[in-house]
């Protein structure tokens, strides 16, 4: 690494940690400087190869230093990406070719799968009509499905000893079907995982090249199906995504990166790209911003009780929102995704298929205007000529009013054609609506925001709170543009919007520490009449499982070289009341639980949450506890970056625009104000109607809108 720090425009700079985030449409990059300043990267994305997007995107931010990646990437202490290349995969059934092993009788599993997975993604109205869902096409075809007689019961005991001969005949006709991997997954294996471990060596006997994927191992919870969806997709889209990341790696290393290139995980951290649970990672890029938020929170609500936050990002294909309650996330233990339930520990993260390149067409049968949810993509628009689009997207009615500036899209390195925008607009949305041009896409833009709105209130109202209670933090390329339209009239307690926002997601990807999660189910009851002596034993179940997952996330991070001694551990347990459906997870303030005393605390903790959740009246003590599962999270601090600290001037101060031109508002045509982000500094103040333009993000103040940039370069936004 040079001694010396880059000089790059008469300053200073020495780069220090870079985070990436590959959305379906761009690639942001994140590059922090030591003293907190920071520079967002964008470019378009290419999922043939991340890598080339990526090196693109940095290249963009870098640039804004004077500086390329020769000069910067050896002075970077971590890097950090997010991306979708995986899920993609996944979507678009171009994963590896697996086998898969089940407990005879099961094998029709797959094909019969849960009723709720058969309506998964459908809207309500469709939900209630069975006739028209439909079954998952099966990950693994039935001619590669196998059983083999066997049996734990839920207590852990053989039950029926495993048949050898049957999963050596398996094992030999799925090799001799080509495969590139084998799942197995007997029932009750997370209580015993000797009938799984056994097939292992049966495998490594005859064929010691075939790679084993056992659920016991990876994901050793209850619920059948979630745990074989969740091992399945580790075996049919994980593993082949390791490639995508590796290509990353070498193209930072190429250009001189010394350090280990991590991903975000499900459950918040980030972790190697070399781990064995890699599915974790499958929607890295949503999770990367709910982490920057509560980064946020912790640095501007330190001295306040309460954290709550609205976390909303628009992107290319989709409106995300996420809650942060008091300074917490909220983890689903069976989330689904891609229309599978899985059993993968998840930040809450809820998503309509809304963003700017949303398609916007009018029902022929109804003549009503709809959104998406299918989307454009790296496409844009109609606007973009290259893109080869018919259709148009919320980009382009965004461009026919004048809210975007058709030559400075990326900075200017992507031209829109606004009158090809017009025409496609004019013919197939304003003619069949019989409105002009201008008051259908600013109709729809309306019937849009109002969408985004009801989603984030509901998920605030949906939690027993009000939107007071909540600061709503706004960010994504599409966020800037539409956030005073999805406020409007909600009571927030306030709407920050960073200047950084099209970066946010991966700005938070760089908050992230080196953080493994592990989960174990052991179903233990606590009984109504449980004495001292009682619960006391339950704590030592409960402990001798949090030393089991301590040993494995140990292990993993002994991988990239980290000793026990530098990892921190917290310990969770997820409990519900005897008989119910739902569990919460609950933290415990001891990592061995040696006593009832103990143990009463962690019912104590749960008793509050459950009250905070539903109601003080809705608790039912009397029905006893079950502790589900038992988690442990392992982490390694890391070097995070540091927020702005600009010198403050006189609150309210004048900002100048660098230009005007007509924009079409509520009502007609204003001549507003356009101004340029950089040139702002903190203290002022800009007034609707207007627009704040950046390379990255267009961010558009209605009239009787007010914001202010303060000390962090973060917008505070206003109804005046």
Known sequence: MPAEPAIADGVRREPRVLAIDAGGTMTDTFIVDRDGSFVVGKAQSTPADEAVGFMASATDALAQWQLDPAQAFPRLVAGIYSGTAMLNRLLERKGRRIGLIVTGGMEDMLRLERGIQTYLGYPYSDRLHVATHHHNEPLVPRERVYGVRERIDLFGTPAVPLYEEEARSALQALVAAGVEGVVVCFLFSYRNPVHEQRVRELAREHHPELAIFLSSELYPMRRDLPRLNSTLIEAYAAEPSREQLQRVRAATREAGAGFDLRIMAAHGGSISIDARELGRTLISGPIGGVVGALHLAESLYADRAERNIVCSDIGGTSFDVSLITDGELTIRQTPDIARFVLNLPLVQVDSIGAGTGSFVRINPSSGRPELGPDSAGAAIGVCWPDGGLETPTITDLNLVLGRINPDYFLGGEIRLDAERARAAVAEQIARPLGMVVEEAAAGIIELFDETLRYEAVAQVLGKGYSPVDYTLLCYGGGGPLHVAGYTEGVGYREVLVPAWAAGFSAFGCACGDFAYRGDLTVDMPILPAADAQAKAGVGAFISAGWRTLRERLAAELAKSGFAEDAITYRHFARMQYLGQLNDLEIASAHGELVDGEQVDELIASFEQAYAKLYARSSRSP???????????????????????????????VA???????????????????????????????????AIIESPADTFALAPGRRAQLDERRIWHLEEL
Request: include cysteine; hydrophobic fraction near 40%; aromatic fraction near 8%.
């Open 622 to 652: 009397e029905l006893g506890y079950l502790v589900t599962n038992v988690i442990v999270t392992a982490a390694v601090p890391v070097e995070k970056p540091a927020l702005p600290a600009e010198s403050r001037q006189a609150s309210g």
């Open 655 to 689: 900002a100048t625009p660098k230009a005007t031109r007509p924009v079409w508002w509520r009502g007609g045509w204003s001549e507003t104000a356009i101004f340029e982000q950089s040139q702002l500094c903190a203290g002022s103040a800009i007034s609707g109607p």
